[in-house]
Nanobody, 125 residues
Framework: QVQLVESGGGLVQAGGSPRLSCSAS????????VGWFRQAPGQVREFVAA????????DYADSVKGRFALSRDWAKITSYLQMNSLKPEDTAVYCC??????????????????WGQGTQVTVST
């Protein structure tokens, strides 16, 4: 089992730059791909970004490309989602997830076996 805990969410003004963290515990390994997804009320879960186990490949959704930056700290087995230039449409619950592989399913929730509970990000105007 792998446990994931997100933190760093909250109420942010438009244009703000919060950083979300995803900490792993349990049967952890740095060989996992880490994905971030978000879900707004009444909407389907949406892919945000994913980072390969080596950190050498990072994939972003078009909606956040150029504004968000995903990274990982191997020593802390933690990933960070730096969010910049936030917009009201970025309001959602943000969740991290892990999978042992990097493939075409990295943009789909079905590609991930372990999930965190999520952290709410609310962007005010």
């Amino acid at each position: 089992q792998v446990q994931l805990v997100e933190s760093g969410g909250g109420l942010v003004q438009a244009g703000g730059s919060p950083r979300l963290s995803c900490s792993a515990s349990g049967r952890t390994s740095n060989s996992y791909t880490v994905g971030w997804f978000r879900q707004a009320p009444g909407q389907v879960r949406e892919f945000v970004a994913a980072i390969s186990s080596s950190g050498g490949i990072i994939d972003y959704a078009d909606s956040v490309k150029g504004r968000f930056a995903l990274s990982r700290d191997w020593a802390k087995i933690t990933s960070y989602l730096q969010m910049n230039s936030l917009k009201p449409e970025d309001t959602a619950v943000y969740c991290c997830a892990v999978t042992p592989i990097w493939d075409g399913n990295r943009r789909s929730p079905i590609g991930y076996g372990y999930w965190g509970q999520g952290t709410q990000v609310t962007v005010s105007t």
